[in-house]
């Protein structure tokens, strides 16, 4: 397949959010739903031995969070996906502000009974810095929480940015009955507790059929009438408007329950750009240059349990990356065959024998590169743009 295709096919985004809005759980349900994994992690479930795939340091396990991010790859419908589970916690938030600058999109996660809360606007101005697009979850709708009009309007006054309703809920808490379709104009219908991908969901097609007044009378009433006021007051999506970080499309749903995750995967899809062009010092990269180009923008040390290692998390800018190819460190001058290359689905590693513009893949790495190093097939470039910060 030609470079053009495959770089086509790339998505490469990240989940961002304030602590426990249930960002890592999210993850989850999205490696789930693209056949990645095949039974989801609680992340509580620690008597059971069951943890989030993406946590794998034993401090994530026994605390239930996010320490470091994690880089996984997915198949969905004809898209390779990079997904990069994030930590939530500010102690953790340097690491966070450098994987933004690897990702072409931004998932933005909000608790449904908080909503905007201060981690999620402080990463929320990376992204516009950078001008990454943020497409939006608003989870834990089967809780009792607030009022979906109210939360619509907290994100528009406090990010500056209009939210373009994608999906909406249907009931919430007790009385969660499912989410509208807003683009396919179907409800998909709640049933508590499911962990595994089984069954079909239960689908109702179209907002005037009578069946869902019938099965959820006044609940399904009310979200009628939330839906006529949004869709007439909010903007149609605009895809250049999104692709600047000036609009962001709004989905709601439950993550503990893989309800409406299935819409956010198929937004990304849809909605996320393939991989940008990087702004090098010498000039702009495109992707779908023939030579290959790379950034280092993570190193994170003790990945495996079993000895003490250090590995580099390159984003690829440019081209195709082929094992044990010759590449130059722009930084040093030298080069060297990288023939250890992997890339990652939680502790497992799978080794990569090629990769393309907007993959992520890691090298171990024993002193030999640093933050920020460019990674070429011989022409001298620096990238820019990545965060540093003193110890």
Request: proline fraction near 6%.
């Amino acid at each position: 397949m030609s470079i053009d295709k495959e770089v086509s096919r790339r998505r490469t985004f990240a989940i961002i959010s304030h602590p426990d809005a249930g960002k890592t759980t999210l993850t989850e349900k999205l490696l789930l739903f693209a056949g990645a994994i095949h039974i989801a992690g609680s992340v509580k479930s620690r008597k059971a031995s069951r943890y989030a795939t993406s946590d794998w340091m034993e401090i994530e396990k026994q605390r239930g969070i996010s320490v470091a991010s994690s880089v996984m790859q997915m198949e969905y419908r004809d898209c390779v996906i990079n997904l990069l589970d994030t930590p939530g916690h500010r102690d953790f938030s340097e690491d966070t502000y450098r994987v933004l600058t690897a990702v072409d999109a931004a998932l933005m996660v909000i608790d449904a009974a908080n909503g905007i809360e201060p981690q999620t606007l402080r990463l929320l101005q990376v992204c516009r810095a950078q001008n990454t697009p943020v497409i939006t979850f608003i989870n834990k709708m089967d809780r009792e929480v607030r009022e979906p009009t109210d939360l619509v309007d907290e994100i528009e006054r406090t990010l500056g940015m209009p939210v373009v309703p994608c999906t909406w809920p249907v009931g919430m808490g007790k009385q969660f009955k499912g989410v509208f379709d807003l683009r396919n104009d179907r409800m998909r219908v709640f049933r508590p507790g499911e962990d595994r991908i089984g069954a079909e969901d239960e689908i109702i097609a179209g907002i005037a059929n009578p069946e869902c007044v019938a099965r959820f009378g006044d609940i399904f009433a009310h979200a009628r009438q939330e839906i006529d006021l949004v869709q007439g007051v909010s903007p149609v999506y605009d895809r250049a408007a999104f692709l600047a970080g000036k609009q962001t499309p709004l989905f709601f749903g439950s993550a503990i329950n893989n309800f409406g995750v299935q819409e956010v995967l198929d937004a990304v899809v849809d909605f996320a750009s393939p991989p940008r062009p990087h702004q090098a010092l010498q000039r702009t990269v495109v992707p779908v240059e023939p030579k290959f180009s790379g950034v280092v923008f993570k190193i994170q040390a003790n990945m495996d349990p079993g000895h003490r290692d250090r590995v580099a998390f390159i984003r690829v800018c440019s081209g195709r990356f082929e094992r044990s190819m010759r590449l130059k460190n722009c930084r040093t001058g030298k080069f060297f065959r990288p023939s250890s290359v992997v890339s990652f689905l939680s502790q497992r590693r799978e080794q990569v024998e090629d990769a393309y513009a907007g993959d992520i893949i890691g090298i171990p790495n024993h002193g030999v590169l640093q933050l920020g190093d460019t990674l070429t097939e011989g022409e001298d470039l620096q990238f820019t743009g990545l965060p540093f910060f003193a110890p």
